[in-house]
C-alpha cells in the first residue's frame, strides 16, 4: 500500500479497534532505540517547493514561494505540560525520549533539532466569503517531515514557535489556554475516529505576552506555550490562493499571481505526495487535477458529515483552515456542543452565523469552490462546478445516514431514516436536550418484545428527560439579540433597501431568526419548570414511539431479540461517544496548568483516549450531570452528579 495513502486510512480508521494493543506494542517495539537527535528526517516540501529568495524574518509579501526559511524564537525555561504518547509513535519517539529535558528544548526553539529545518508557510485565504490576500503562518513553523519505521511519512509543526514573515501585527505566540485547548481537541478527535491533525505534546513557558482575553480593555500577562503539531501535511485549500488575481470585492491578490511555475511545483508535490495512486493511473496533469479535486471533495464531505454527528462546531472554516488531505486542522474557537441548537455558533466573533453549527456543511462546500477556482490553470470553472456538483451533496448524505443509522442503532436501511432524523433534532432543539448525553441514552430504549419492556422503557425516558434543558436555560438560549424597534427598524430596510442591511452586521435571515426567537421567547415566558417537563415529555413520547416503530423493523431478519439487543447495543456505544471535550472541561484543565498544575491535562486526555467507554475513577468527568463548583471546595466533590450542566464560567471562545 502506498504510503501517503496509508496516512489517509490510518486517520480514517481511528475508531478503537480490537489490535489497538498490538499496535501499540508493535510501535514500541520498533521504537526501541530511537532518539531525538536520530529520527529520519526527510524534508520533501523544503527540496520540491518554491523557497523565499529573503532569508531576513520580518513581516513583508512573500513572492514566487510557498515557504520561507527562518529559525523558532525560543521559549524561556520551557517545560512539559503533557505528552501524547500515541502521537508521538508516530514519529518514532517513544516515552522515553520525550521525558528527557532536551525534548522540550528542541520543540521551543531553544536549540536545534538534529536533521530538522525550519520554515514558514504561505498561503492565502478566504476569511469570513471575503479574499483577505497572504496570511500564512503566522505563529506555527514547519520543523521537517520524519519518515518513520512504518515508511509513513509525517511533517510536524510547532505552533506557537515565534515571529515569522506571515506574522502581520501579531507576535507569533500562543498562550497556554489556547495550546491547551488545541492540543486536548487533537487527541479528541482522533479516539473519536474523526480525521485530525495530531498534538504529540503541549509544552509551557517561563515567557510571557500580554492578551485582551475577552476584548475588554483589562490585558493581563500570560504564559507563553507551544503544541507540537503532526500531520501527513499541513497545506490547505488557501495554499492554492496564492495565485488568486485581484479579487474584486476586496482589492487584493495573491502574492504569486500569474507564476505558473509555482503554481505547477506546489500542484506536482501536492498530486505525488499525498494521492500518488492518481499518478499512477492517469498520466494527463489536467485529469490529474480533476481527479484529485474530485477526493478532496470526497472526502472534506466525509469529514464535515462525521463533524455533525458528533455536535462539533469547527468556528472557523476560512479556506485557510481547511485541509488539503481532508483532517480537522487549526483549533481555536471550536467547541462541542452541550444543549442542542440547530444555528449554535461557538466563535463570539462570528456575528452572521456563517459558521454556526447547521452552516458547516455549506461553507465546506463553498470553501471547495473556491479550491476549485484556485486550481483553474488546469481545470477550468465549468469543469470544476459540474465535479462539485456531483460529488459534495451526494457523499455527505451518505456518509451522514450511514453514521446517523449507527448511531440510532439501524442496520438495515430504510428510506424514511432521514425524516426520524430531522424530527428527532427538532424534538432535541424543542426540549433543549443535550447533544451527546441523548443519543449515549437512546441505547437505553428497549427492542420490543423484550423482558420488562415497559419498565425499562420508562427508565429510558425518564434518563432522556433528565438530559432536558430547565426553562431557565432555555428562555436564556432563545433570547432575542435585539430588541423589537431594531428589528422593526431593519424590517423596514428590508423591504426597501435589502443590499443595506449587511452594512447594519446582519441578513434577511438572521432577522427571521431574531423574530422567531422572540416568539419563542414569549411562549417559553408562560411557562414554569412542571409546564415544560411535561411538555417535554408529550414531545419525546411522540418522537420514541416513531422511533420504537422502526425499532421493530430490526427484528426482522433476527428473532431472537436478545441478539439483536447486544448487537445494537454495541453499535450505538462505539459510535455515540460518553465523553466529549465540552469546554468547561478544557476550562478546568486550563485553570489547573495556570496554576502550574498539569496533571488535569493528563486526566482529562487519558479519558479523552476513551471516549465511548465508561471509566471507573473517584473523580470522573461526567459527559452530563456536572457542575463545577468553588475551586477551594474538596476536590472529591468537584463534580455535583444531581446537576445536568456545569456553573457558567467565562471562556475565551475567540482565536488568539
Known amino acids: 500500500m502506498n504510503c501517503s495513502l496509508k496516512h489517509r486510512l490510518f486517520l480514517k480508521s481511528t475508531k478503537r479497534l480490537p489490535n489497538k494493543m498490538a499496535f501499540a506494542n508493535c510501535c514500541n517495539k520498533l521504537n526501541k532505540g530511537k532518539t531525538l537527535e536520530s529520527l529520519n528526517f526527510d524534508n520533501q516540501a523544503l527540496k520540491r517547493l518554491p523557497l523565499d529568495s529573503e532569508n531576513s524574518n520580518y513581516v513583508r509579501t512573500v513572492r514566487e514561494a510557498c515557504f520561507s526559511l527562518l529559525k523558532p524564537t525560543p521559549l524561556e525555561n520551557p517545560t512539559i505540560v503533557s505528552i501524547s504518547k500515541s502521537a508521538l509513535e508516530l514519529i518514532d519517539i517513544p516515552e522515553s525520549e520525550a521525558r528527557r529535558s532536551e525534548f522540550a528544548s528542541y520543540f521551543a526553539g531553544c536549540k536545534p533539532l538534529p536533521g530538522s529545518q525550519t520554515a514558514a508557510h504561505c498561503y492565502c485565504g478566504h476569511q469570513f466569503g471575503y479574499f483577505s490576500g497572504q496570511l500564512g503562518d503566522g505563529c506555527a513553523i514547519y520543523y521537517g517531515e520524519i519518515l518513520n519505521e512504518r515508511s509513513e511519512r509525517w511533517e510536524i509543526q510547532v505552533k506557537g514557535a515565534g515571529l515569522t514573515p506571515y506574522s502581520r501585527q501579531a507576535d507569533g505566540r500562543k498562550v497556554l489556554r489556547s495550546s491547551i485547548r488545541e492540543y486536548l481537541c487533537s487527541e479528541a478527535m482522533h479516539s473519536l475516529g474523526i480525521p485530525t491533525t495530531r498534538a504529540g505534546c503541549c509544552i509551557s513557558s517561563d515567557s510571557r505576552i500580554v492578551r485582551d482575553q475577552f476584548y475588554d480593555g483589562h490585558p493581563v500577562n500570560e504564559r507563553c506555550a507551544a503544541v507540537l503539531r503532526i500531520a501527513p501535511t499541513f497545506l490547505r485549500f488557501g495554499s492554492f490562493e496564492i495565485f488568486k488575481p485581484q479579487d474584486p470585492l476586496t482589492g487584493r491578490s495573491g502574492p504569486s499571481v500569474g507564476r505558473r511555475s509555482v503554481f505547477d511545483s506546489l500542484f506536482d508535490y501536492t498530486v505525488t505526495s499525498f494521492y500518488p495512486d492518481i499518478c499512477t493511473n492517469i498520466s494527463d496533469r489536467s485529469e490529474r487535477c480533476k481527479e484529485m479535486y ?66 458547516q456543511p455549506t461553507v465546506c462546500r463553498w470553501n471547495l469552490e473556491k479550491l476549485g477556482e484556485a486550481l483553474k490553470p488546469l481545470m477550468s470553472a465549468e469543469e470544476a462546478r459540474n465535479i462539485l456538483d456531483g460529488e459534495f ?29 430531522k424530527s428527532l433534532f427538532r424534538t432535541m432543539e424543542a426540549t433543549g436536550a443535550d447533544f451527546t448525553n441523548t443519543f449515549r441514552c437512546l441505547s437505553l430504549i428497549p427492542l420490543p418484545n423484550c423482558d420488562n419492556y415497559q419498565l425499562k422503557f420508562d427508565d429510558a425516558v425518564g434518563e432522556i428527560l433528565k438530559q432536558c434543558a430547565g426553562i431557565e436555560e432555555m428562555k436564556h438560549l432563545s433570547a432575542p439579540q435585539m430588541d423589537v424597534a431594531q428589528v422593526e427598524g431593519l424590517l423596514r430596510l428590508a423591504q426597501t433597501q435589502p443590499q443595506l442591511l449587511s452594512l447594519f452586521g446582519t441578513s434577511a435571515a438572521k432577522l427571521n431568526q431574531e423574530l422567531d426567537k422572540m416568539a419563542r421567547h414569549k411562549e417559553l415566558e408562560e411557562l414554569n419548570d412542571v409546564d415544560k417537563r411535561n411538555k417535554d415529555s408529550e414531545l419525546w413520547s411522540h418522537w420514541l414511539s416513531v422511533y420504537t416503530e422502526r425499532l421493530k423493523h430490526e427484528l426482522k431478519t433476527e428473532t431472537n431479540v436478545e441478539i439483536v439487543t447486544k448487537n445494537r447495543d454495541d453499535v450505538m456505544n462505539s459510535n455515540n461517544p460518553k465523553y466529549v471535550l465540552r469546554n468547561y472541561i478544557a476550562q478546568r484543565a486550563i485553570d489547573h496548568a495556570e496554576r502550574g498544575d498539569y496533571t488535569e491535562v493528563d486526566r482529562i486526555l487519558k479519558l479523552l483516549e476513551n471516549p465511548y467507554e465508561s471509566v ?18 474538596d476536590s472529591s466533590k468537584l463534580f455535583d452528579s444531581d446537576s445536568r450542566k456545569p456553573a457558567p464560567i467565562e471562556l475565551d471562545l475567540r482565536v488568539s
Open 294 to 359: 474530485r477526493r478532496i471533495i470526497r472526502e472534506t464531505a466525509e469529514l464535515v458529515a462525521l463533524w455533525q454527528c458528533v455536535g462539533f462546531c469547527h468556528g472557523v472554516l476560512n479556506t485557510d483552515n481547511m485541509s488539503i488531505v481532508s483532517v480537522t486542522i487549526d483549533y481555536g474557537p471550536y467547541g462541542f456542543m452541550d444543549t442542542y441548537r440547530s444555528g449554535h455558533i461557538c466563535n463570539s466573533s462570528d456575528d452572521n452565523g456563517r459558521y454556526a453549527y447547521d452552516q
Open 393 to 421: 451533496d451526494s457523499r455527505y448524505f451518505e456518509c451522514y445516514l450511514t453514521k446517523m443509522r449507527k448511531k440510532l442503532g439501524f442496520k438495515l436501511v430504510r428510506d424514511t431514516d432521514h425524516d426520524l432524523i
Open 616 to 633: 471507573d475513577n473517584d473523580e470522573p468527568i461526567p459527559s452530563s450531570s456536572t457542575k463545577i463548583r468553588d475551586e477551594t471546595s
